[in-house]
Each structure stands twice: as structure tokens, then as C-alpha cells.
């Protein structure tokens, strides 16, 4: 069930799966135009194996409704939302999973509360933007044209016919075009923060799918060293194992948040 939890003095739309018996808490952020629909599979999973889970719509996307403030949509705001999401719900030491662009606003949430957090996955991630392909998501396109065109002219045969169509489709129409714009900027020129995180300690997990097209497999692989991370490789998944193989990923998070 959605639940709306007011921090930075604005909403973000939540969701939490409660496991029966309490192990520990792990907070989940979603991708570019993404939601917290994306862990619907996974996040049961793993509350099922005792873990309570946290996630939801970066602010600006799906149900989080759209901000007033100029900086709302900065890796840096929304990595404080993911810190104060957690603090509001009593987390304490949760373990935090990124993925994809959501790896940069974790990679930035544990510089700024470097004692708070357990651990730290990248799941399909990388160390920094990688560039931008979608020239119909230009900021001059998201800022003029209406959300709604811009689906049906690019995006939708892409998802037509597939289980969560209407989902994708309604949560790109409810997405503020600004918040989109500036996770597109973010993708293509946030620098590299990762030597800072792997000097706070933090224990590392990369994880990525075997045909995973996003970050280059040997850019994540890389990364993995310079964390000093434990490296997992999801068979049978691409970019997002959450959705691919939803068991398998639950078992892997699962047997690395055990041993922290």
C-alpha cells in the first residue's frame, strides 16, 4: 500500500514490505523514470527472508507528486530523501541497494551519512554518468512537448503487450518532465565519486546481470575492484534483474546482507 511520508517538507510516495520475523532493513532506489513498482517482485522476496523493505517514486516520478523547490531534483536532494525516508521509519544500519542511475544518488547518500548505513549495492550501476543515447529525451523535448506525446510517439511499442504496459505507461504521464530532465543531465555528466565512498568503509556489493546493456560489464567490473566489493553476476538477467530473475537477485542481496 502507497503511503505518502513528507520529508524536505514535501511528499514522497512510499511503499514497505514487512517481513513476520524482524532481521535487519534494506532501502531500495529505483532507475531513471523508474518507480517503486520495480522491487513489486523482489521486495516480498526478500521481507519473506527477514528483511523489512523500504522503497519509492524518486521525488518528481509516478506518485511522488512534482516539487516546487529549484534543486528538488539533484542527486544530491534526492539522496537526502532516501537518508530521511529510512530515519522516519526507525531504520537503523539499513542496508542500501541503487539501481542503475539510482547507484549514483546511493553512492551520494552514503557520503553524506557515512555512519548510517550497513552496506551498499550497486545493482547495473556505475561509478559516473555514462552518456546519453534517447535524443527524443533531450531536456529542449521533455521541457516543450507533452509527456504524454512524447510515450506515444517513442515509447510505446516498446512496452506494448508486456505484464506492466499500463503501469509504465501511467507513471511516465504522471512524471514531472523537469525531474526527468535533470536525471538525463545527471546521466550524462555526474562525475565519479567512488574513490570518497570506498574511504568511508562502507562494505560494497556490485551486482549486475550477465547481459546487462546499460554501464559496460568492464566499467562495473572495475568498479567492483576500486570498491573493493564483493561481485555478483545474475544469470539469465539484463539490465534489470529485479524484473528478469526476481528470485535469483533476492537470494544473492539476501546471502551478501547476511554476512554484514
Not at 553512492?107 to 552496506?119: D, F, G
Not at 562495473?220 to 537477485?249: F, R, S, Y
Request: charged share 25%.
Amino acid at each position: 500500500m502507497t503511503k505518502l511520508i513528507v520529508v524536505q517538507n514535501e511528499p514522497v510516495a512510499t511503499v514497505v514490505f514487512e517481513p513476520k520475523v524482524h532481521r535487519g532493513d534494506v532501502v531500495l532506489v529505483h532507475g531513471f523514470t523508474g518507480s517503486k513498482e520495480d522491487f513489486s517482485d523482489c521486495g516480498p522476496m526478500i521481507a519473506e527472508q527477514g528483511y523489512r523493505v523500504l522503497t519509492f517514486d524518486n521525488r518528481g516520478q509516478h506518485e511522488s507528486p512534482h516539487s516546487k523547490r529549484e534543486d528538488a531534483y539533484t542527486i544530491k536532494s534526492l539522496a537526502r530523501d532516501a537518508i530521511d525516508l529510512a530515519q522516519s521509519l526507525g531504520m537503523v544500519k539499513p542496508h542500501l541497494l541503487g539501481h542503475s542511475f539510482g547507484g549514483l544518488v546511493a553512492q551520494r547518500a552514503v557520503l553524506m551519512a557515512p555512519n548510517y548505513w550497513k552496506s551498499l549495492t550497486l545493482m547495473c550501476s556505475g561509478p559516473a554518468g555514462i552518456g546519453f543515447r534517447e535524443d527524443f529525451l533531450s531536456r529542449e523535448t521533455l521541457m516543450s512537448i507533452p509527456m504524454e506525446k512524447i510515450w506515444d510517439d517513442h515509447m510505446d511499442a516498446n512496452d506494448l503487450g508486456k505484464p506492466t504496459y499500463e503501469m509504465k505507461k501511467h507513471r511516465w504521464k504522471m512524471s514531472d518532465p523537469r525531474s526527468v530532465a535533470t536525471h538525463r543531465d545527471h546521466l550524462e555528466d555526474e562525475p565519479t565519486i567512488v574513490k570518497e565512498v570506498h574511504a568511508t568503509g562502507i562494505s560494497a556489493h556490485v551486482v549486475y546481470g550477465e547481459n546487462d546493456d546499460a554501464w559496460p560489464l568492464a566499467l562495473q567490473d572495475q568498479m567492483a575492484k576500486d570498491l573493493n566489493a564483493q561481485l555478483d553476476v545474475i544469470p539469465g538477467a539484463g539490465h534489470c534483474p529485479n524484473e528478469d530473475t526476481p528470485q535469483l537477485l533476492s537470494d544473492v542481496l539476501v546471502a551478501f546482507w547476511n554476512k554484514n
